[in-house]
């Protein structure tokens, strides 16, 4: 059976899965798609978010506008919707922009997620799923990537990140706090229904940005560099839907709701595709020449992140259901043809 040939209204919530869930950062891109599988499974959700990259009109679910860092703001939304349990996508996360600003990211990354755990904690709040990256790897030692790889970041993004693992893991152990941390490879796709997808400001990511050209937004694609050591000499990632992401979230924190403490897994299709595959499949299915020019290597792109283990599967039950790259750009062009502003209107 084609993985495409599922619909996204016909899984089922996993079960015992209860709220109220608090989702900081739930106005972003995979945090609106996991908010609205929530909602679509009956989770009572509520979304926190100040919506300095996310977007009101991604918001499907109560939004209460606050900054994490702010310790009486947060604090206020856990007294007035008493969460349950918590996932937390909230992050500055553009690898570039860490290595010239990485004050920014140990401020916004590592220590407003401690005031996040300490407002958990006060309110006895023992539940986080937490967004975690494939960049916590750092440079591949080999690939595919399982969860046993060395964790050995290279960017002060990967490093916050990696940061944060740790404090969950320290938390875990002193005060029982029971985490996920679900490492991401590359987050693509728009939900099923061509409402929300993808929108940064400004966008850095290969696949909107070719979808762009196709819409005629952009005159050409620049590809980083074709003398990688790979097949076609352009640089390999494993890009997974946002929705088969927001899934793996509601899975993971039903697990920890059951009393599993400690969740560490990638979420990948174990599949992955060059720079010109990804170009040459948005040309079939947009129908349009997209023009691309080979430019030099941008700066600290590994040649190939595929994920490997099968962590997901066996602690979450967790597949991809619309792993295919086709599958993965057909959603994108929908919604980037019908929303030619993303989120924006
Ligand atoms: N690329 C181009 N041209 C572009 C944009 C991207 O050739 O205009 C290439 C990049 O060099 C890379 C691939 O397309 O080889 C994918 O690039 P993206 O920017 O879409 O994604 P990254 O792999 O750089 O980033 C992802 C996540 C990050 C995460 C990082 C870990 O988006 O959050 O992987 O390395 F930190």
């Known amino acids: 059976m084609s993985a495409s040939s599922s619909s996204a209204g016909s899984t089922p919530a996993p079960s015992g899965l209860t709220g109220p869930v608090l989702v900081i950062g739930g106005a972003g891109y995979i945090g609106s798609h996991t908010v609205a599988e929530l909602v679509r499974c009956g989770v009572p959700t509520i979304i926190y978010d100040n919506l300095s990259t996310g977007h009101r009109s991604a918001a499907?679910?109560?939004l209460v506008v606050g900054d994490m860092g702010n310790r009486e703001q947060l604090l206020r939304a856990f007294r007035e919707h008493r969460p349950r349990s918590v996932i937390h996508f909230a992050a500055k996360c553009f690898v570039g922009e860490s290595v010239t600003d990485p004050a920014k990211y140990y401020l916004e990354n590592v220590v407003y997620t401690h005031t996040l755990l300490e407002v958990m904690r006060?309110?006895?709040v023992q539940e986080i799923v937490f967004s975690s990256t494939c960049a916590t790897y750092g440079e591949p030692v080999r690939v595919p990537i399982d969860e046993t790889h060395p964790q050995v970041p290279i960017s002060p993004y990967g490093k916050t990140k990696l940061h944060i693992e740790h404090m969950l893991e320290d938390y875990t152990r002193a005060y029982g706090l029971r985490a996920a941390a679900l490492r991401y490879f590359n987050a693509a796709g728009a939900s099923q229904d061509g409402t929300l997808g993808e929108d940064h400001q400004p966008e850095t990511h290969l696949i909107p940005l070719v979808l762009q050209v196709a819409l005629g937004q952009r005159p050409e694609i620049l590809i980083f560099g074709d003398d990688y050591p790979t097949p076609d000499g352009t640089c390999i990632r494993g890009y997974v839907h946002v929705e088969d992401l927001a899934r793996a979230h509601l899975a993971a924190l039903a697990r920890l709701q059951a009393g599993v403490s400690s969740i560490r897994c990638n979420l990948g299709t174990g599949s992955g595709y060059s720079v010109r595959e990804v170009i040459e499949a948005a040309r079939r299915?947009?129908?349009?020449?997209i023009p691309a020019r080979v430019v030099a290597r941008r700066e600290g792109d590994p040649p190939c992140l595929v994920s490997g283990g099968t962590r997901?599967?066996?602690?979450?039950g967790w597949q991809p259901q619309r792993g295919e790259l086709e599958d993965i750009l057909h959603d994108a062009w929908?919604?980037?043809?019908?929303?030619?502003?993303g989120m924006r209107g």
């Open 334 to 341: 929908r919604f980037h043809s019908t929303k030619r502003n």
């Open 312 to 316: 997901a599967r066996d602690l979450l």
């Open 285 to 289: 299915i947009s129908g349009h020449p």
């Open 60 to 62: 499907r679910a109560t």
């Open 122 to 124: 006060e309110r006895g």
